[in-house]
């Protein structure tokens, strides 16, 4: 059931390329609708879009038709399966990766205006700290902050949470750590970026999970199909669907 | 702003001589020259304090856009006092057409060169990050040191105090609290003996945000799980 509040906002983040931004964004909208939740993936990457790889979708409307040629919003969206739409982004468009307050404004009305039916909204933002990643970052309540276990998406990921954090007063940072051969490694170093978080920012992000290295998330990705719903019962599958419990939770 | 003259301003009815449209056409010319006139210094040639705020205006409007820094040095010329008392007011206003002119032929393309008033000039820097704004502050203070005004005879050697700030894309301040910061840096270089350029070392050192050592550090103290 929806509440008066509208849509759960997350916006899906790391800093580092490379880390499972995109993957983790539709694996886990497809397990949040598992759990008969309404769900909205917007691809953030406005300048290089992947959700739709990933699922396969043959685009023919995206942000850019409605910022540029007044499509409907509503219109762009397309419902790859019962609970879960997607507002795909364009690729290979340079100037759409730095928009103009204007143009953040418009983004903001029109996103406002199609996550009204959705119970979940999930944004998926480009890599690095540009000024499109920053905005998609405060327009959401959340911010999930994804890592691998080395140290240079790890410092990436503080890196980012540090200019939310000073620049934009954002406090409610979750952590997934991807690429973990354990949920313990995946605990240990959650608790390695936490401990600098407190130290040097005075901020405890939350601990939302790990995902394991898999097989299976290659695999679907070449058949570009969710991970959760080709392999359900492998480690990935498993671990997002508790990831989606966890966020379910929070709201 | 006024649009240029319109040289192909034609009579919709085809006169060839047509006393009213040649009025036109001076009227549009002396706008232009006014809209000239009015942000230009008459004595150095160089923009007026209307126009520099006008300009500071639209490059901090810019810098939300585009995230890209506003750079901005202030200037105050040393001992000018003593330069009009001594020297008298020619001189001293021939001081100030002989800054402008050695300025401008070392700042770059982008800048904006002002007389802010008095023995006071402002340089706005587009799109530009403090450390460069400095380099330019730099060069600017080093010109004149190496350029005396020549006098006959003899010459008056010229040198000047610089104060450099900048303007970041989430600050909430208007153009004139945004010189005012800027002077506070100039007064510093006023203060420390003139003739230098002074702004906030450690913005140039380290953005507020930059992961500093120590945070790397603590990172790499991490025993990684896998070793």
């Known amino acids: ?251 | 702003m006024t649009k240029p003259a319109d040289p192909t301003l034609d009579c919709p009815i085809g006169q060839v001589e047509c006393s009213l449209l040649q009025e036109i056409r001076g009227l549009r010319t002396e706008v232009e020259q006014l809209a000239r006139l009015s942000q230009t210094d008459p004595l150095t040639g160089l923009f007026n304090f209307r126009y520099l705020i006008d300009a500071l205006h639209r490059e901090m409007e810019r810098t939300r856009r585009t995230g890209l820094t506003t750079g901005l040095i202030m200037i105050d010329l040393d001992h000018f006092k003593y330069v009009n008392d001594i020297r008298g007011h020619q001189v001293g206003n021939r001081a100030l057409q002989w800054c402008a002119a050695r300025w401008l032929e070392v700042v770059r393309k982008i800048d904006v060169l002002c007389r802010f008033g008095g023995e006071e000039f402002t340089v706005i820097l587009p799109a530009t990050r403090l450390a460069q704004a400095v380099r330019v502050a730099e060069r600017l203070r080093e010109k004149l040191e190496i350029s005396p005004l020549p006098l006959n005879p003899g010459e008056l050697p010229l040198t000047a105090s610089f104060g450099v700030d900048v303007f970041r894309a989430n600050e909430e301040l208007s153009p004139e609290t945004f010189v005012e910061r800027t002077d506070g840096f100039l007064l510093a270089a006023k203060n420390q003996g003139r003739n230098r350029v002074c702004y906030e070392e450690s913005k140039v050192l380290r953005p507020a945000t930059e992961v500093t050592p120590d945070e790397r550090i603590a990172f790499f103290a991490t025993r990684w799980p896998r070793e």
Request: glycine share 8%; charged share 20%.
């Open chain 1, 1 to 251: 059931m929806m509440d008066s509040r509208g849509p759960v906002k997350l916006c899906i983040t790391s800093g580092k390329g490379g880390v499972g931004k995109t993957s983790l964004t539709v694996n886990l909208a497809y397990a949040l609708a598992a759990n008969q939740k309404r769900v909205l993936i917007v691809d953030g990457d406005l300048g290089l879009a992947n959700v739709d790889v990933l699922l396969g979708l043959s685009v023919d409307r995206t942000i850019r038709d409605v910022l540029d040629g007044g499509v409907d919003p509503a219109q762009a969206v397309a419902q790859v399966s019962a609970g879960v739409g997607v507002l795909p982004a364009s690729s290979g468009v340079p100037e759409l990766v730095n928009l103009g307050p204007e143009e953040q404004d418009q983004l903001g009305d029109l996103l406002t205006a199609i996550m009204v039916p959705y119970d979940y909204v999930l944004l998926d933002t480009a890599a690095g700290i540009g000024p499109s990643v920053l905005w998609f970052n405060t327009f959401t309540e959340h911010n999930l902050v994804i890592t691998g276990p080395d140290p240079a998406s790890l410092t990436d990921a503080y890196a980012l949470i540090k200019v939310l954090h000073r620049d934009y007063a954002r406090d409610r940072f979750h952590v997934v750590v991807n690429f973990v051969m354990s949920e313990q490694e995946a605990v240990q170093i959650y608790e390695s970026l936490a401990a600098v978080t407190q130290r040097f920012l005075d901020l405890k992000p939350v601990y939302l999970g790990g995902i394991p290295r898999d097989t299976s998330v290659m695999k679907a990705a070449r058949s570009q199909r969710p991970f959760v719903q080709q392999s359900p019962a492998q480690p990935a599958a498993r671990a997002v669907f508790k990831l989606a419990e966890r966020i379910i939770e929070l709201a």
